[in-house]
């Protein structure tokens, strides 16, 4: 059966929630409230280099999730679904609901990864977090 392509995220005012590589990306003033989303602290960067204003690792994939993608035992498809599933979680629903808040108020908020650059930039969990959070953010709380 062929996989169904997701819905474009409902369109917020000025496009609240971006995402970026933190290290290939340049840091901007558009950027607003920079946030880091990963599980692990990325090495070699000094704790007080201000590259970001917050770190919520439990946004990040798990561990677990991170080691099966990283060492080729699972593929997108299998990624993105324990990814969502992981979102569902008590933690990620409290930090998504309080981040969908921030961005539905119109604050801009730039999700920072640090993905390996030899993989697709579009195979990154910050792109599944945006589209949770921009449809958390436009209305009623959508479910995953």
């Known amino acids: 059966m062929a996989r169904q392509a997701h819905p474009p995220a409902p369109p917020l005012p000025a496009r609240v929630i971006r995402t970026k590589h933190l290290r290939a990306d340049p840091v901007e003033a558009a950027d ?3 946030i880091l989303v990963t599980r692990y602290y990325p090495r070699g960067i000094a704790k007080d280099a201000g590259l970001w204003q917050a770190w919520e690792p439990d ?3 798990s561990r ?3 080691g099966d993608v990283k060492d080729g ?3 997108w498809d299998a ?5 969502l599933a992981e979102m569902r979680g008590e933690e990620a629903l409290r930090l998504l609901d309080a981040l969908a ?3 539905a108020r119109g604050e801009t908020l730039t999700l920072l990864c ?7 930039a579009e195979r990154c969990h910050r792109f599944l977090l945006q589209r949770l959070l921009t449809e958390r953010a436009a209305g009623p ?3 995953f």
């Open 32 to 34: 607003g409230t920079r």
């Open 59 to 61: 946004l990040g994939p």
């Open 64 to 66: 677990e999730l991170h």
């Open 73 to 75: 035992r699972i593929g």
């Open 79 to 83: 990624y993105e679904r324990r990814y």
């Open 101 to 103: 808040a921030r961005a």
């Open 114 to 120: 640090d993905h390996p650059r030899s993989m697709p």
């Open 141 to 143: 709380r959508a479910t």
